[in-house]
Nanobody, 116 residues
Framework: QVQLVESGGGLVQPGGSLRLSCTAS????????MSWYRQAPGKERELVAD????????KYADSVKGRFTISRDHAKNTVYLQMNSLKPEDMAVYFC?????????WGQGIQVTVSS
């Protein structure tokens, strides 16, 4: 089955850290550009970070630059989003997204809650 499965979300206090994982099955992640998006209640889905399939170039939304890091582990067929110095405004459902020759699609989403 071709799919993306996110994990690692949960509740964290402001200033804390979380690492999200997105594991691909049924296709080879290294050949795909991978992105993390998020959607807060009442807001549109927005791009948080992405990483290209070939060279691994990264790009970040201005709101997360210097705090979030996207990376990929080809051996594990997984892309990560390391989130540090989390703020209440980072609270959202986070989705991973793949675009490439073998698959174009979304994960099911995972909740990140930032609250004291």
């Amino acid at each position: 089955q071709v799919q993306l499965v996110e994990s690692g979300g949960g509740l964290v206090q402001p200033g804390g850290s979380l690492r999200l994982s997105c594991t691909a099955s049924g296709f080879t992640l290294r050949y795909h550009s991978m992105s993390w998006y998020r959607q807060a209640p009442g807001k549109e889905r927005e791009l948080v970070a992405d990483i290209t399939g070939g060279g691994g170039s990264t790009k970040y939304a201005d709101s997360v630059k210097g705090r979030f890091t996207i990376s990929r582990d080809h051996a594990k067929n997984t892309v990560y989003l390391q989130m540090n110095s989390l703020k209440p405004e980072d609270m959202a459902v986070y989705f991973c997204h793949a675009v490439g020759p073998q698959y174009i699609g979304w994960g099911q989403g995972i909740q990140v809650t930032v609250s004291s």
